[in-house]
T-cell receptor, first 114, second 114 residues
Framework: KAGVTQTPRYLIKTRGQQVTLSCSPISGHRSVSWYQQTPGQGLQFLFEYFSETQRNKGNFPGRFSGRQFSNSRSEMNVSTLELGDSALYLC?????????????FGSGTQLSVL | AQTVTQSQPEMSVQEAETVTLSCTYDTSESNYYLFWYKQPPSRQMILVIRQEAYKQQNATENRFSVNFQKAAKSFSLKISDSQLGDTAMYFCAFMTITGNQFYFGTGTSLTVIP
């Protein structure tokens, strides 16, 4: 089974631009979560999607949005980029039933905002 | 509020020695899961060990074991016979059953010295 795939791995943008990150979960997983990782802050939860619906949301401004498609692939969009948005963005998927509590992560997208 | 605290930003250990990483958490839930995740330089987060809060017996996975003290809300990770490949960032996390959401600490950077 293929793991969680995130694209691109690296991204450089300038302030004010917008960016879209992509995440393909493990086959059969319908839940996809997004996290922002910065040094000293750990992983901050952005949102979780399940079957194309946002199930949970963290405390991030409305500039951060996401969506999930019928094939469970998810995208995260950040508009009007700020310098503080520079971070590693991680996506994770999980199954249901007995594997519900196990998160499987992708390798992340490193976003640099200049 | 649900929080996870890792008070040791950086640690080091000699190869073949034992090291313990600390983690405390706060939740009003009575049932939850606790985790330790490892993030090597490749950035891929890997589940190291998992503990169910209703189980008193401490979880073990080969060289990794935990000391779970539910009343104290403490969940430390012990790595025995440390290997160079254990060099990574380690994140403590928990997931509430009711909220179905994960909470992560800020991480401990562990370096194994040859």
């Amino acid at each position: 089974k293929a793991g969680v795939t995130q694209t691109p791995r690296y991204l450089i943008k300038t302030r004010g631009q917008q960016v879209t990150l992509s995440c393909s979960p493990i086959s059969g997983h319908r839940s996809v979560s997004w996290y922002q990782q910065t040094p000293g802050q750990g992983l901050q939860f952005l949102f979780e999607y399940f079957s194309e619906t946002q199930r949970n949301k963290g405390n991030f401004p409305g500039r951060f949005s996401g969506r999930q498609f019928s094939n469970s692939r998810s995208e995260m969009n950040v508009s009007t980029l700020e310098l503080g948005d520079s971070a590693l963005y991680l996506c994770a998927s999980r199954g249901e039933g007995s594997t519900n509590e196990k998160l499987f992560f992708g390798s992340g997208t490193q976003l640099s905002v200049l | 509020a649900q929080t996870v605290t890792q008070s040791q930003p950086e640690m080091s250990v000699q190869e073949a020695e034992t090291v313990t990483l600390s983690c405390t958490y706060d939740t009003s839930e009575s049932n939850y899961y606790l985790f330790w995740y490892k993030q090597p330089p490749s950035r891929q987060m890997i589940l190291v060990i998992r503990q169910e809060a209703y189980k008193q017996q401490n979880a073990t996975e080969n060289r990794f074991s935990v000391n779970f003290q539910k009343a104290a809300k403490s969940f430390s990770l012990k790595i025995s016979d440390s290997q160079l490949g254990d060099t990574a960032m380690y994140f403590c996390a928990f997931m509430t059953i009711t909220g179905n959401q994960f909470y992560f600490g800020t991480g401990t950077s562990l370096t194994v010295i040859p």
